[in-house]
């Protein structure tokens, strides 16, 4: 597995191509020959849960992950109640596509405690472990880059992601892998083997200076500057063999035709991944 | 020293006022009553050492510290050389102007060998040590937020800081700590901990959502998500009772008349730090 990273393994989250529906990004995918998708539940609700099994088991695309779940902090009981609701249904969304992981993006702090909202998270995963245990799904904790902190996860080192996933002692808990959110981390190395064993996602995109936008500034596998070959190898060596989903929020990318952008990604990630 | 932060320990960082030449930040701190002041290299080369010498000693302000001195990597020997020069010449500026405290950015990779650079800052550290002893200044390592990790420096975190720290072991480097590049830090508590006795320096700004840009993106104490009293209550317990710097990269600051600024500077600080 040291050479070029094999296109069997590689998967289209769909917010790589935002402008499609997921119809489209579904035939996108069958005409480009990409195996896999990631979807987002939000095009999932657009399209619906029955239409979209159908079209799936049609076009013979096998789906990587549901995004997403998570979001557990809030300043109330009733409130982090409804969100650990709303993750049960994500979890059984995601049981009905016939994937095994549910993302979990964690979460900000709705006030200046970062250190109560990670409890909150703690607890929040825990409540619904056993939900997913019971549909077969596991959690895949994907810690976001610390410039996320503030408004989108709290968890924000792979370090972190492993201790709560130690903390659980459950099969149903990993970790989901995003190279722009952890590349930059010096203890990342290690940190990916200690995940050996609940690995549960690889995704891949790339850091190029100057970021121009916090969430839309993400680019294409080789415009920048992690070694995403290198971190590969490491999240093999560390037992991970599923799908790499190349996850984009690009504006550029967004207003260029889903198969250029398709068709671009194959070759990136041949050369890159 | 838990209450209110006292104001004889307040510093202004020279880029809050970056419309102000360093003559004119002087005279603002002398007006605003401002005790300390933290100057940067390219406004004393405007000004001129001499003259700047002079008005400080005219105006009783005194300087927390340097910036900066750093920018380690780079792909040839030659290159690498000559940035130590560069960095020797900053221990001399700092002696001169009778502060303690050099600030080292450590600078980004030239490549994506993002391990390597981090291997010639320690050189690049470990080659100015004696000089900044002879001179009597003292190095402090500055971690840099992730999101700064490809464009400015591979030091990121406070324990990688800390790490440093205590390769060298020499009372000669220490850390400096910006609440903007280390509040979201899951192991913050622990690694200010681990910093007691080489903390050379606090620096505080605020995090508000959204950060609207990469480099001019801070904000005034009070104005986002940073718990500033807690952190200041956790660097005095690990021992530090020096100079609280306030630097804020923001041009709606920058567009602001100083005096403005610094007033309300010093309202933030006693309301936040």
Known sequence: ????????????????????SLSEAIDGCERNEVPWISIWRHKLAEYGMKETVTHLKNSGIKVSSLCRGGMFPASTQEERNIRIEDNKRAIEEAAELN???????????????????????????EAIIPYAEQHGIKLGIEPLHPMYAADRSVINTLGQANSLVKYYQ???????????????????????????GSILGFHVSDWKVPIYDMFKGRSMMGDGVIDLHGMRKQVEAAGYAGPIEVEIMNQELWD??????????????????
């Open 99 to 125: 994937t095994d992981t549910l993302v979990l993006v964690c979460g900000p702090s709705p006030d200046k405690d970062i250190t109560q909202a990670r409890k909150w998270v703690q607890e929040g995963i």
């Open 170 to 196: 459950s099969e149903q808990v990993g970790v989901v892998i995003d190279a722009f959110h952890v590349w930059w981390d010096p203890q990342l190395a290690q940190d990916i083997e200690t995940a050996r």
């Open 256 to 273: 260029r035709p889903g198969d250029e952008v398709l068709q671009l990604m194959k070759e990136r990630y041949l050369e890159h991944v």
């Open 1 to 20: 597995m040291s050479g070029q990273a094999e296109l069997s393994r590689l998967s289209l989250n769909q917010i790589t191509t935002e402008n499609w």
